[in-house]
């Protein structure tokens, strides 16, 4: 009765067709249903309204009235192209409604209904009504190039006044986009614009870029397959297809197998509040349901899709930079061949001068001896007093534990890297394939933070060139630990056959912390190419702790290099890496802003810099002792008194007091610098003390070692200089800043750039490459910048 009644109505004064009140099979009889009583509409029981139809035209604005008691109904003769669209633009006179205006248009295969003022919800459902509102009807798919259609535009309200309205339906002329020409349109938060654009033959990757001269306000762009509807409003673009948030730049990266029927939508949304660009929190309502103004948020932009690179660069990319590393492998074998040759003739001519020099040679011992037995007898501990306050120490007072002990100490710094490599990095790579599986499913790009300009995607990750470039660090991981390992074989065998010059002479070797060194920079490649596939807030630790790892073990070789009987267990030092990492987590998380962290992060600093410094300058020989006894303490006091006068004469170990004096200008400058400053970024904080720390140590050893009279090789100078270079240009591309999560993703992507090297990598990816040969090469210094001392006596090396 009541579907008769409303199609007796509708055709009261109208004797064609009505449209609106066909009844379609299935779910779409009943949808069809429920928008025909709506637009039917009753007032009070056994009311009716008044239905007129109107024949309409495109491009003419129709000023008319609405109430309850009347509805009218737009009709529309359109030829549907597969090039232009449709855009309905509505504005409501009237202020103070009661109840708002709703238009229906109904098309083909889709039915959509908006309200004016049309309410738009905010950060804690903050309501802004805007009175005009635009939106593009969305097209239905056609085989033919034009088809004719029917659409209705059905405007209705409940409110008893009489409501003035205007109503515009346009054709877009450029509905569908052109591959490389851009197209600028505006867009607010009640006038969203979509456009449509089609695969071109041959083309399966493209790049969708849209940019604005403005910061704010903030906008969302997203990329949606053809379907109605479309979703173009703030409260449900998210809910489909790709989508982020942008302020200046956005691009998506679009492929042809994502979409069947080869086209997409790009929809742009001007969203009602800006916090999610990184904008100011505008004020609260003071009522629940007030409405807020919204002000002018219409903001111009410019879209461009332009073809990604095909198959043949992503080919290019790899080969180019496996070539680069494996030229590296290449370029090892030449020199190590040369060095054979010259250290054979070396070897003969000083093997006679050692004869001379040398009538005695120290036998190794028999018995398994542990380290523990060393440091528990009495007068071991009497001898350590004896031998290392004294004012100049030769190597040989430092090199008295016996060499395999020494070994097994140090080999405990591989394995021990190895077990945590392990489980590190499994909970690590199923966290980060789990994120990106979120990504590829949600369509929320905002999660994580590529430069999206140079982000080429394979398979299911979404910056395949970001991982690739990490490949040099286990490259030159696994390279260094071969070096290593050839070095070691040879020194061996020089053992086994009681060679004067490895028995008597040169830096003790020991080749544990090299083989942790080659697995820490293998290990970082790992974790870097993890923490690429969805870069963020949360896992940027993953990029830095191996980086600790590193720092940390350079300076231990640099120190046991001096001091082989003395340099800190792998217990020792791991722990303390691992208090390093905890205060990263720490700072990532609580840093930002929080006074009492940087204040006590600042003190333990400061702290545990003097309690270093202590340590090294007197050797490790002081301690605390015990005070029982009024006596015991007054003897303490009269010794520690004593101590301070002989020392106010002048520092014993004048070397020594220098690097620890400028050590600790460093150290407290650094401090000072995080508690003024406090840095948003707190884990290159961290990694940047240790760098500074480990650069000071290194140009200490480099002085000390020339003021002894000691000289650096070749091969380690051309190591030295090849690596500082390199570091000067890695360091030049690490602050380019493509992108940052420090700031909102819409921010991040302000930094943005194209790809800069064979249209694959960006200059993230070029720090990458430089960085591990950089690194590579530091390793190769710490390796060789020693080996002039192979044929020099231990009691003639000096330690510093």
């Keep these: 009765m009541l579907l008769r009644s409303c199609w007796k109505s ?4 109208s004797p064609g067709p009505a449209p609106c009140c066909w009844i379609r099979p299935g779910l779409a009889a009943l949808l069809w249903l429920c928008v025909t009583q709506l637009a039917c509409g009753t007032g009070a029981v056994g009311e009716t309204k008044n239905v007129v139809q109107k024949d309409a ?34 504005d409501v006179l009237s202020q103070g409604l009661e109840s708002p205006i709703l238009f229906v248009v109904r098309q083909k295969q889709a039915v959509l209904s908006f309200q004016v003022p049309l309410i738009l919800r905010g950060l804690y459902q903050r309501k802004y009504p805007y009175n005009h509102v635009g939106r593009t009807l969305c097209q239905p798919p056609t085989r033919a190039a034009s088809e004719t259609q029917y659409f209705f535009v059905d405007v209705s309200t409940l409110s008893s006044q009489g409501t003035n309205y205007q109503l515009r339906v346009s054709r877009v002329e450029s509905f569908t986009l052109q591959t490389d020409k851009k197209f600028t349109f505006t867009a607010s938060p009640s006038q969203p614009q979509y456009f449509k654009y089609v695969f071109p033959d041959g083309v399966d990757t493209v790049i969708v870029k849209v940019n604005s001269d403005m910061n704010f306000p903030c906008s969302v762009m997203s990329i949606q397959d053809i379907q109605c509807p479309v979703y173009d409003l703030d409260n449900n673009v998210a809910f489909i297809g790709m989508y982020q948030t942008m302020t200046k730049k956005g691009a998506i990266t679009v492929q042809r197998k994502d979409f069947p029927s080869n086209s997409f939508y790009v929809v742009v949304v001007v969203k009602t509040e800006d916090e999610a660009c990184g904008g100011p929190l505008r004020f609260y309502p003071l009522r629940p349901d007030e409405l807020i103004d919204a002000g002018n948020r219409t903001k111009i932009l410019d879209v461009m899709v332009s073809p990604a690179i095909d198959s043949k660069v992503y080919v290019m990319g790899m080969l180019f930079c496996l070539g680069i590393f494996f030229s590296f492998y290449l370029l090892t074998f030449l020199v190590a061949c040369m060095e054979n040759k010259r250290s054979v003739i070396a070897k003969k ?6 004869l001379n020099l040398v009538g005695r040679s120290r036998q190794e011992s028999l018995s398994s001896v542990e380290e523990d037995d060393y440091d528990t007898l009495d007068d071991i501990n009497s001898d350590k007093n004896i031998v290392r306050t004294k004012k100049f120490l030769c190597v040989s007072d430092l090199a008295r534990k016996d060499k395999r002990v020494l070994s097994k100490k140090y080999q405990i710094y591989f394995w021990n890297i190895a077990t945590i490599a392990v489980f590190y990095a499994l909970p690590v790579i199923q ?6 599986t979120v990504v590829n499913v949600t369509g929320n790009q905002d999660i994580c933070y590529y430069n999206f300009l140079c982000a080429h995607p394979l398979g299911a990750l979404s910056a395949f060139n970001n991982i690739l470039s990490n490949l040099g660090y286990v490259m030159l991981g696994l390279l260094f630990l071969l070096i290593v390992l ?15 010059n490895a028995l008597e002479c040169g830096i003790p070797k020991h080749f544990g912390l090299f083989y942790a060194m080659g697995t820490a920079l293998m290990m970082e490649g790992l974790l870097s190419a993890c923490y690429h596939v969805c870069p963020n807030y949360t896992n940027f630790q993953f990029d830095t702790s191996f980086m600790y790892m590193i720092a940390g073990l350079c300076m231990l070789k640099l120190y046991q290099k001096r001091h082989p009987d003395i340099n800190a267990s792998a217990y020792t030092a791991y722990a303390c890496l691992a208090a390093v990492i905890f205060f990263s987590v720490l700072g990532v998380v609580f840093g930002k802003g929080n006074t009492v962290f940087w204040i006590v992060f600042s003190v333990i600093h400061i702290l545990a810099t003097l309690l270093l410094s202590t340590q090294l300058y007197y050797m490790g020989r002081w301690r605390f002792g ?22 106010c004469s002048g520092p014993m170990y004048i070397d020594r007091m220098v690097l620890l004096v400028m050590g600790n200008i460093v150290n407290w400058s650094l401090a000072a610098y995080g508690l003024i400053e406090r840095p948003n970024d707190f884990a290159s904080y961290l990694l940047a003390i240790a760098i500074c720390n480990l650069l000071l140590y290194f140009a200490f050893y480099i002085i000390m070692k020339l003021r002894s009279g000691e000289r650096i090789q070749c091969l380690a100078l051309v190591c030295i200089l090849f690596t500082a270079v390199v570091w000067g240009f890695a360091l030049y591309f690490f602050f380019q800043g493509l992108s940052t999560w420090q700031k909102t993703p819409a921010e991040s992507r302000e930094h943005n750039r194209d790809c800069i090297l064979l249209s694959f990598f ?6 990458h490459f430089l960085s591990s040969i950089a690194m590579f090469g530091s390793f190769l210094v710490l390796l060789t910048m020693d080996d002039d001392l192979d044929t020099v006596q231990r009691d003639k090396i000096y330690v510093f």
């Design 486 to 500: 050839k070095r070691d074989i040879v020194h061996n065998r020089a053992l086994v056959r009681n060679d004067l």
């Design 626 to 647: 015990k005070i029982t006894t009024l006596g015991s303490c007054a003897g303490w006091c009269t010794s520690s008194t004593q101590t301070c006068i002989r020392q």
């Design 10 to 13: 509708r055709h009261k004064n």
């Design 762 to 767: 960006d200059d993230h990816d070029i720090w």
């Design 349 to 354: 001519n000083a093997q006679t001068e050692i």
């Design 57 to 90: 035209e495109f491009d003419v604005t129709y000023n008319d009235t609405v109430t309850s008691e009347n509805q009218t109904i737009y009709a529309f003769n359109h030829t549907v192209s597969r090039n232009k669209g449709v855009h309905v633009s509505v």
């Design 431 to 436: 966290l980060v394939i789990t994120y990106q």
